[in-house]
């Protein structure tokens, strides 16, 4: 009952036939030595995206980020330099290894502007640079260079107003690694959304498990079916789901998909709120003038190009999801590993800045609405991670609709393999 | 929270209701947690129907620029949106099937 066209190969899957169709084999998500070979083979070696230059905002303008999914206590600084330019550093003080920039809580990120670093042990400060320009007491040191100890730094680039840090020194640039699928949705007027609502959570499960949530969308008649009224719940349950689009460019991939034309066709399924305020989980249904009055979308959004679009999703490995929706806004989301079972999932939406009071609680009610949803995501994977590790059963049957799945998990083992071979991807 | 905390005199019928006049959405996640259904009905079956209104209301200002009292209406609208999924969807609180699970908004738009 195929109702949109498969490839020639006869499915989304057997058109990328390194990915196979056998049972996938989940044992990367409890194994304890997988996970400390990820954060070498992938965490330490792949760019990593880390927010976006809205957050930025004028010169000394920085914010922190931990990240232990590249090893435990890793912590980078992300700063506006005075060139504009924006640059990363490894959190570490040169002189005895303090933690440079944090607030009461050293494990806490933290955010603001300032002309430069002073670390809270010996006031050492640093220049927006990165450069030693301060040592106290200097006399007191021993033929110390101060250029010889500037901070650390960490490879930095930019791709559309999103910034990324790669611990590799050696990585190729990042719009290399990012490749065609980011290519093609270059022109998105990402820079204009600038209404957030970030959201974060301690997950109980292996980062790759919430990542499969949220890499289908077999899951949403069914998980979801509260949200709801009892006939738009049978309905799309009987319809099930299938894509319009999958295409893997390996490491990332991206999906196409139907759901969410608004305003919807049948106003008699929609909740009261809904309908008042002319939104939901799929976003405001009125679109805002930067997209209306766009010519055409870049080409890579809604690739097949049929009127039933509704979500593109692409996946930049390893752990961002981006997600532009038809009526114009997109979201991210973000997957930190922090042990074999445990992440932190953090997810941020994007709007153009309303208007009016009206524009605004439209999208209070979309950023309520997803949050109503990620809560019911989140439940089900502390469930998974616990039944994968009594490993009674090692291998699952992964269908054509959860081909990112698949292929997740197949790069990730590939990243894995290589490093172990090779010293690195 | 608005300095004055009294909505304007034509919606006095959200005087009740100030108790959700919560600028964040933190605080108001957790007055919902900390509400009864009969509680949060009664809320609703008020403020609804006077959504409209406040919109026509609170658009005459620029957004952000609002009088307080224009705030302290926004943020009972604010509130009543998140309310609706227990009233209109879950008929209870909690979202179901949510266990264990906690999402956490750490940025969000201040009115």
Redo the contacts between chains.
Sequence with gaps: MAHFTKPDAGSWTENYPELGTAPVDYTDSIDPAFFEAEREAVFKKTWLNVGRVERLPRTGSYFTKELPSAGPGMSVIIVKTKGGSVKAFHNVCRHRGNKLVWNDFPNEETSGTCRQFTCKYHAWRYSLEGELTFIQQEGEFFDVDKSDYGLVGVRCELWEGFIFINFDQHAKPLTDYLGPLAKGIEGYPFGQMTETYSYRAEVGSNWKLFMDAFAEFYHAPILHQGQYTKEEAAKIQKYGFEALYYEMASPHAMISTWGGQSPPVDMSMVKPMDQVLRSGLFGPWDKPEIIEKLAELPPGINPKKVPQWGIDEWHFYPNLMLLIWEPGWYLTYHYWPTAVDKHIFECTLYFVPPKNARERLAQELAAVTFKEYALQDANTLEATQTMIGTKVVNAFPLCDQEIMLRHLHKVTGDYVKEYASNGRH | MAATNTPPAEFSDLEPYLAWDLAS?PERYAKRLASSMPEMQAFYDVA?PR??D??EY??KFP?DDLPDDARTL?HI??S???V??PI???KQPR???????????????V?
């Design positions: 959405e609804f959504l409209n406040v919109i609170c658009d957004l926004m609208m604010q009543l949106v998140l609706s999924f209109e969807a879950w979202v179901p099937d949510s266990g264990a699970a906690w999402v956490e908004l750490i940025r969000e738009p009115i």
